[in-house]
Structure formats: C-alpha cells, structure tokens
C-alpha cells in the first residue's frame, strides 16, 4: 500500500550536504504528491528558513518548524499554529542552565504571523551567544529582554561541547519546564514546550485527513528526529544519522549524500 504521508526532516535527510535536493529525491517527491500522497516538512527551522527548501522542491508543503511547536503554510506565508515557552518557564530554565553548565549563551526563537514578521524579532540572543551556524536574523539584547517575551523555542549554546553531553547534564535538572532535544552535536541544546516534538507537529497535520500514524513514513537523522521515527507506522532513519535515531527507526537507509531518501521513496514510486 502507498504511504498515505511521507514526513521528513530537512538538514541531513532531505537536503545533500551541500543544502541541495537532488533531481533524484525531487522526481520521487513530485511523483508522490502527484499519486495523492500528502508531503509534510518536519524541521528544527524556523518558518523563515522554509522558502529555500520550497524552491528547490517545485512545490509548498506544510511545515512542522522549531521541531513541533510551529504549525507553517509556506504557500500562503501563514502561521497556523504556535506552542510557546511562557516567560516564567523560560526564566526557570535560563536559571537551570547557566547554574548547571556555566558559560554557556542563551537564544531564544520567536514568531510572528508569517515567516518575516517584521513587528516580530525572531531570533533573539544573549549579549556574547556564539551561534553554531551562520544567522544573518540575529537581534542582540539583553538577559531580561531575552527572557520577557514567549518563544516557540529555547538555545542553549556553548562552543567547543558536545550536545549530547549538553543533554545528559540538563536533563537531570529540567522536568516538566521543557523537552530536551538536539539537531547537531556542536555545543547546541534546543527546549521545547514540554509535550511538543515533530511528532506531535506531523499528527497535527494528519489528523483532520483522517491519517494515522500506520499510513506514514517518516524520515530523520538527529535525536530530535526520534519521537517523529518511533510514532509513524515505519521510521527511516539514514546511513549518516545520530546511532540513537538509527536505534529508534524501523530502518536504515542509505546517506543524504547518496539519496538515502529517494531509495526507500521508490520503492512505491518510479
């Protein structure tokens, strides 16, 4: 039986490490949609980083941003939903990290009604945050503007760590404030609004198209990939993923190098 909904993550899975998509993954993706198989982004990005990805896929999906807090419509530039971190949770777990991993910088990520907002400052960081990434959007402010407003997620960053290290310590001191996860190893720990992962962003979508979890395949290569890989009826992890994805996936594919995705795609479309 064809998938129902194909999810799938961005960085690493979808895109090659020269941020392309193949013509290989694109032509099993379009031919996909067109059998009537729905195609839903599930991404750490922001909704403002998804207009690349739109263009280099010929067509807008839907969008699960900030690894599930953000519901996003690229076609019609909209937010449809959005789950924040309230500013008395932001305050607890600010606190946690800097007592329990000193030197680290803080960052937080907003939205507004489209991806480019502009009454809204979207990324908003600690005087000193070094990023892990190049973001041209980066507003500098102080602790307690940072921490003065909701945010769909937070950054906890220190250059020269290890994320998972990262989260092996902060996991033993945040509970209920926040869901741990990561995208890169680099020094990087994301908090979501607790209960809030690709997951639950993807069921959103299926939902009113009456699509449960066993008509999906999903695609991932991080650990905040996980929730997403575990809940669809089958989870694909690629060859370059985190070995705590590949543990969770019902597979292992090839690389994002060598169109790991597209292998698996055609297996229903050619």
């Known amino acids: 039986m064809l998938p129902a909904l194909i999810a799938t993550d961005v960085d690493g899975t979808l895109l090659d490490d020269e941020e392309r998509v193949t013509d290989r993954t694109r032509h099993v993706v379009q031919a996909a ?15 403002r980083w998804i207009p690349p990805i739109v263009e280099a896929l010929g067509f807008a999906p839907m969008a699960v941003c900030a690894n599930g807090a953000v519901i996003y419509d690229p076609d019609q530039d909209r937010v449809i939903s959005a789950r924040t ?5 932001l305050g607890e777990l600010a606190e946690i990290a800097t007592r329990v991993i000193p030197g680290v910088g803080l960052a937080v990520e907003r939205v507004g009604r489209s991806a480019h907002d502009s009454a809204t400052p979207q990324f908003v960081s600690s005087p000193g945050y070094e990023h892990a990434w190049l973001n041209p959007d980066n507003t500098e402010v102080s602790i307690e503007d940072l921490l003065s407003a909701p945010a769909v997620k937070l950054l906890i960053r220190k250059a020269g760590a290890r994320s998972s290290d990262m989260a092996e310590i902060l996991a033993k001191h945040i509970g209920v404030q926040g869901d741990i996860t990561y995208s890169t190893n680099n020094g990087l720990i994301e908090v979501n609004p607790i209960g809030t992962s690709k997951a639950t962003g993807v069921e959103e979508l299926a ?21 997403m ?17 590949m543990a969770a996936a019902n597979e292992v594919t090839a690389p994002n190098t060598d169109d790991g995705m597209a292998r698996v795609l055609e297996r229903w479309w050619l």
């Open 207 to 227: 939902r009113p198209l009456e699509i449960t979890a066993e008509d999906v395949v999903a695609f991932g290569d991080m650990p905040n990939d996980i929730p």
């Open 229 to 245: 890989l575990r809940w669809a009826g089958h989870g694909v992890a690629m060859g370059n993923a985190h070995p705590e994805a």
């Open 85 to 89: 971190l309230p500013v008395d949770v």
């Open 33 to 47: 949609v067109a059998s009537g198989t729905t195609f839903v982004l599930a991404t750490g990005r922001p909704p």
